[in-house]
């Protein structure tokens, strides 16, 4: 049998016993073996996934701007070596049997697309956050996902880090009771710097395309316009048609701690309470959204207050009065349960009771049964694992698609304001039907995807 046969013959009989969060699915597939691996997408982030995917086999990098080519070589020259490739189908369809896995690095339109054709040709995939642009996206990748029988994995760091397990086995363990409130979010935007910029003009005037740029591939399934630099390379985040804001830049980061502990995936009420002004086709300045979501076996309803934009007006995080630890922070998630409060950083990280002198007591104890088995190295190296038949990665789409769907139901309420009422089995916005088009976005002509995977 051929070695990337093999690979995929094995990973493919793991993967077809997938289970959400920590289950483990072995291969036959020799931890010594290094596997092929592509970039679509090969500036800025990619260097996360160079660094996890570091001892295999980089074959082929992709991307829209052939200057990206260069922006991290120095760090990993085996990028001077690989192919390269402008369009993603292409490398698909030329090396599509060579690839054992793909890293998807791109702007937050293209992942499903560039996900998905991967999956189609049984490639292994591991996709930036948020997983996609809209929900009914999410959704079909989780079913890919089963179809395919393919490794999958998310990249949100703190899902692999110590922190987040060790905050599920404290609550499991019953020392906050139960938890009916969870306050978080981020400062930012930052407008001006960073990720985020505003043009001076709605839309942004047109300006000629860089000639190391392919505008075209760069829209990929969103209507065409003319280029402006603000779009591409690094602040396309704050414009509703390519990026989905904070909530996407960091929701699946603060919240993920919130949603895997808490099980919040499928709310029934979604409300911006909040709103800063905003320009045409942007994020507002700054919002506080609440998603509330009904009784989870024993847990009983909890309603979620994400806030952004401190930094443009906007309300600071709700802090608890017991918080002992100095200056409270501007990020991060704050727990209110019946029996204590509690704390998670803004990689779902370092959990601590807000109470200080209850944390000293509880450091001094025995502490809490590890139950969750701990990572290391990050999403990238856990995928590599998962692929040669390691445990299945925390983060694949099973948890990753349910957990940005709620991220991208923040996203709507943000963007239109007021309330949403949510019907999660039929995928369905019950009050305001009108907003329905946002769950499902039309695609431009010739990048309609995903279709075939909802009538089996």
């Known amino acids: 049998m051929q070695r990337r046969k093999f690979i995929k013959t094995a990973a493919v009989g793991a993967g077809s016993t997938l289970l959400p969060r920590f289950s483990i699915g072995k291969s036959g597939v020799s931890p010594n073996s290094k596997l092929n691996i592509a970039m679509v997408g090969a500036g800025n982030i990619a260097d996360q996934a160079y660094q996890g995917c570091g001892g295999e086999n980089l074959i082929a990098v992709c991307d829209i701007?052939?200057?990206?080519?260069?922006q991290h070589a120095k760090k990993y020259p085996e990028i001077k070596d690989a192919q390269k490739f402008t369009d993603f189908r292409e490398m698909y369809d030329k090396l599509g049997d060579e690839i054992d896995g793909v890293c998807i690095n791109t702007p937050d339109h293209t992942h499903f697309h560039a996900t998905l054709a991967a999956m189609e040709r049984k490639i292994h995939v591991c996709t930036q956050k948020p997983l996609t642009h809209n929900v009914w996206q999410s959704r079909t990748l989780?079913?890919?996902m089963h179809k395919y029988g393919v490794v999958t994995n998310m990249g949100n760091q703190g899902h692999t880090y110590d922190g987040i397990r060790k905050m599920r086995e404290m609550?499991?363990?019953?020392l906050f009771g139960q938890v009916k409130e969870v306050h978080l979010g981020i400062n930012g935007p930052k407008w001006g710097s960073g990720y985020f910029k505003k043009p001076k003009s709605y839309p942004p005037e047109g300006q000629p395309v860089p000639d190391h740029v392919d505008w075209d591939l760069w829209l990929g399934p969103q209507a065409e316009r003319p280029y402006n630099k603000l779009y591409h390379p690094k602040t396309w985040r704050g414009?509703?048609?390519f990026g989905t804001g904070q909530f996407g830049d960091w929701f699946c980061h603060?919240?993920?701690?919130?949603?895997w502990v808490l099980d919040l995936y499928e709310p029934t009420v979604?409300?911006?309470v909040e709103r800063g002004p905003s320009e045409e086709g942007m994020i507002p300045d700054y919002s506080v959204v609440r998603f509330d979501f009904p009784a989870r076996g024993e847990k009983e309803a909890c309603s979620m207050f994400w806030y952004d934009g401190r930094l443009n007006g906007g309300t600071p995080i709700k802090s608890p009065d017991d918080w002992g630890w100095g200056k409270i922070p501007d990020l991060g998630s704050f727990w209110y349960g019946d029996e204590a409060n509690a704390f998670l950083d803004h990689r779902s990280n370092n959990p601590r009771f807000t109470d200080k002198k209850r944390e000293s007591a509880f450091r001094k104890s025995d502490g809490v049964e590890e139950k969750y088995a701990r990572v290391k190295g990050g999403p990238h190296k856990e995928w590599v694992d998962a692929i040669k038949g390691g445990p299945q990665p925390g983060s694949n789409f099973d948890y990753a698609a349910p957990m940005t769907e709620v991220a991208l139901l923040g996203v709507i309420a943000q963007r239109f304001g007021g309330r949403i009422e949510w019907d999660s089995k039929t995928m369905k916005i019950t009050n305001r039907p009108e907003l329905n088009a946002f769950i499902k976005e039309p695609a431009r002509k010739g990048w309609e995807a995903g279709e075939d995977l909802w009538k089996s």
């Open 171 to 174: 609550y499991e363990a019953d």
């Open 239 to 241: 414009f509703d048609d």
């Open 142 to 144: 989780r079913k890919a």
């Open 254 to 259: 603060i919240g993920d701690g919130p949603v």
């Open 65 to 70: 701007d052939s200057k990206m080519f260069g």
């Open 270 to 272: 979604i409300e911006c």
